[in-house]
């Protein structure tokens, strides 16, 4: 299957952090997002995966809503509070019928939310979606930055130009009046 995203986003296949409370299904979602070309970091609570996304950061974060202690959806909070990891596309994992735990994540934060049992074909080209619109946003972003450099450097241009004008209409005036005193 090919997915539609950027393979440079990180030098090479996209890096998911998983954070998944139960170990087995952790590690079936681990292995069947390997083999869709993902580097894949894991995590069994919200504290290990934050630990884990300052060590390393990652491209996305996929995150079941129920963990021990700190839930999923306080974790997103935490990541759109972290100037570091705002723009982080986050994904959080939630039961077929938990509706009001989908409705929190995206209260919360979340880019999405995956409904368990998932098909990994889906989560597959979910996590490509949210990974080319976190790269079109990191692209606009240096775009952005760009841009801010060359109207301030234009703007540095215009005040040397505006100075130039002042001082060469200041040199008229007085060759002016030099003119209009012999001229009397």
């Known amino acids: 299957m ?8 990180v030098g090479g296949q996209p890096r998911l952090l998983v954070i ?6 952790l590690g079936v979602i681990a292995r069947r997002l390997g083999e869709f070309g993902y580097r894949i970091a894991t995590a069994d609570s919200a504290q290990a995966g934050l630990a884990e996304l300052h060590r390393v950061p990652a491209d996305l974060l996929l995150c079941s809503a129920k963990l021990p202690g700190t839930s999923g959806i306080e974790l997103v909070r935490m990541i759109r509070e972290d100037p570091a990891n705002r723009d982080l596309p986050v994904m959080l994992i939630v039961g077929r019928s938990d509706t009001a ?33 976190a790269e079109a946003v990191r692209q606009l972003i240096v ?19 505006r100075d130039q004008l002042r001082a060469a209409e200041s040199e008229r ?12």
């Open 101 to 133: 735990n989908a409705v929190k994540a995206f209260e919360a934060g979340a880019d999405g939310i995956v409904r368990k049992p998932c098909h990994f074909e889906v989560l597959a080209a979910a996590i490509a979606r949210q990974l080319t619109r």
């Open 143 to 161: 775009d952005k930055a760009a841009l801010d450099a060359r109207v301030i450097s234009r703007s540095i241009e215009l005040g040397e130009v």
């Open 2 to 9: 090919e997915l539609g995203f950027d393979r440079d986003i």
């Open 173 to 184: 005036r007085r060759l002016a009046g030099i003119v209009a005193g012999r001229a009397a």
């Open 20 to 25: 998944e409370s139960n170990r087995n299904y």
